[in-house]
C-alpha cells in the first residue's frame, strides 16, 4: 500500500501548474491543501492505480482511501471519489458508518464533500435506500460538511426525480440553517428534483419563501421559468 501512495503522490508533483494551484485558492474560503493538477488528470492518475487497487480486500482498499484523506490534499480526496463508485457491488450499508467518520474527519471545503457525496454516498443510498434514514440523521448534525451531505448525496437520483419525499424531509430540516454552504447543498437538491417535480418543488418554495433563506431559494428555482422564479421571489 505504501509504495502505491508512494507513487500517486510522485504523479500528482510531478504534474503540478502554478496556475492551477492559484486559480483553484479562488472558489474557497477557506484554506485549501492543493497540489495544482488539472481535474482532468487526477482522474487519469486514478483510473492507472485503480485497476490494481480494486483487487483488494475491502479492509485494504479502505485503509488506502483513508490515508489519501488524512493528507488533507485535494486531489487525493478527489481520487477516492473517483475510485469508489466502481467498487459499489464490494459495498454493505454498514459502511455509511466509515463514510461519516470520513467526511467528520477529513472533509473541510465544499469540493471534498461534494465529490465525495455525490456517488459514493449517493450511489449506495440508490443501492441501500435504508440508510436514507442515516441521510436524516447527518441533517440534524452540528457539523457544516454533514449537513451539506445529507443533502448533495442525493443529487444524483434526484435529477431522475427519485427521492421527492425524503428530499422535502432533509431540506425542512436544514431549512432556516444560516450557513450558506448548507442552504445551497439544499437549494441545489431542490434543484435537481424539480427538473421532474418541477409544481411539487415550486408549491414546496412558495409554501416556506417567507423562511426560505434567499440564496437556497434562489437555487431551488434556478431551472424554472421566469414567470414562476418571479412568483417564487416575490416578499408577499
Excluded at 87 to 113: E, G, H, M, Q
Excluded at 116 to 126: K, R
Excluded at 213 to 228: F, G, H, N, V
Aim: net charge positive; aromatic share 14%; hydrophobic share 40%.
Amino acid at each position: 500500500m505504501d509504495i502505491i501512495i508512494h507513487q500517486i503522490r510522485e504523479e500528482l508533483r510531478a504534474n503540478i501548474n502554478e496556475s492551477v494551484k492559484l486559480n483553484s485558492k479562488n472558489f474557497f474560503k477557506e484554506k485549501i491543501k492543493v497540489y495544482g493538477v488539472k481535474t482532468a488528470i487526477v482522474g487519469k492518475i486514478a483510473k492507472n492505480y485503480w485497476w490494481k487497487v480494486k483487487k483488494w480486500n475491502k479492509k485494504e482498499v479502505f485503509c488506502l482511501c483513508e490515508s489519501l484523506f488524512e493528507s488533507g490534499y485535494m486531489e487525493e480526496s478527489f481520487i477516492v471519489s473517483y475510485w469508489l463508485p466502481d467498487y459499489i457491488n464490494n459495498l454493505l450499508p454498514s459502511d455509511i458508518t466509515t463514510f461519516r467518520r470520513w467526511i467528520l474527519f477529513y472533509v473541510d471545503n465544499w469540493a471534498k464533500c461534494d465529490s465525495f457525496c455525490n456517488h459514493t454516498v449517493g450511489d449506495l443510498i440508490v443501492k441501500y435506500p435504508e440508510i436514507v434514514v442515516e441521510m436524516k440523521n447527518w441533517a440534524r448534525s452540528e457539523n457544516r460538511w454533514l449537513k451539506r451531505a445529507s443533502a448533495v448525496s442525493f443529487i444524483v437520483p434526484a435529477k431522475k426525480g427519485k427521492f421527492l419525499a425524503d428530499a422535502f424531509e432533509i431540506s425542512d430540516m436544514l431549512l432556516t440553517d444560516l450557513d450558506d454552504l448548507v442552504q445551497k447543498g439544499y437549494g441545489w437538491l431542490l434543484k435537481e428534483e424539480s427538473r421532474v417535480h418541477q409544481k411539487a418543488v415550486f408549491d414546496y418554495v412558495i409554501a416556506r419563501r417567507k423562511v426560505m433563506p434567499r440564496t437556497a431559494l434562489r437555487y431551488a428555482i434556478e431551472l424554472m421559468p421566469k414567470e414562476l422564479k418571479d412568483e417564487a421571489m416575490r416578499k408577499n
